[in-house]
């Protein structure tokens, strides 16, 4: 089978054919892929940028780890999946008996193994993960769309790290996949939301037509009087997305003395920070990765109310030996979710 593979420690992936898998495993299943999302980490991992060495020892692996779908076949002892199930994962695994894992914090595990990073993932045309990972998914909900659910899942955990609430004016920093899919769960949520980008008119756009209320593009000016103009004074929730430290920043100096600051996106640069301001102004800084257990079932929920709205997400479909100019495509800042389709499986349902 086709699969799109990290094979060494530099710039590129390579599409090559690999066997498919035999069997499962105990407690594993085979998916039929019927569509993968290319995300911010597959760009990282593709461009090589610092922050993702940890690969090297993995290699090669298959990247993917936005998938939905068909379960092809399941391992021994696996009795809540069948074969014909259509179904998303949770692509972390985790270690299941260190310290979190035992306290059922699994999105704590400091040995977690993702599916596409650590271990063969879902930009091929099959994929074999712990049944224990997959959901299943709403008969109406299209396989596309249900691609959404991880980064959808990620969205969900930063607003729960933020604790949005109703009422709250918050600013979303970045307009690619996670911020304004934040800024869609914030504003389901009751937030007043503000969406800021830099030079990002098709993104913001976009943004606008899935119905996020307020949306910015910096080149105009600066993320302060944006604010100001937008909320008539400083916010209550910060939450970042670009992976620029610089916003990290301007965002602290638009939020309220004890607001909060979610930092959500991967960073190859460090923060200056000056400590005594920050300490008299109690503002809470925190990080948010990855999703949890509960946010990911949430997600899957959201994307069964919303999915008609979401889906304008999926700007670009490739069939999977397009892969290389699919990145290219969502390298690019024209794209929102760029998604392969393995052949042959998803064609019955994208007609
Ligand atoms: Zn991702
Ligand atoms: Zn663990």
Redesign the pocket.
Known sequence: MLALRKATAAFGADLVHVDAPPSPGAGRVIIAVAAA?I????IHAFEWTPGYGFMTAFMPVTLG??FAGTVRAVGDGVTALAPGDRVTCWPTVACGDCTACSADRPQDCQGRRVVGLHADGAFAQQVVVPAANCRRLPDDLPLAVAALA??LA?AVNAVDVAEVGPGDRVVVLGPGPIGLSIAFVAQLRGATVLLAGLDDTARLDLARRIGIGGTVDLAGGSLEAAVRHAFGGEADRVIEATGSARSVVEGLAVLRSGGVLVVAGIHSGSLDLDLTGFVRSKKQLRAAHDTTARAFDEAIRLLAAHGGALAALITHRRPLAQAEAAFDLARSRQAMKVLLLPEGVARQEEG
Do not use: L
């Open positions: 999302g995300c911010g980490s597959d780890h936005e991880e980064p990620v």
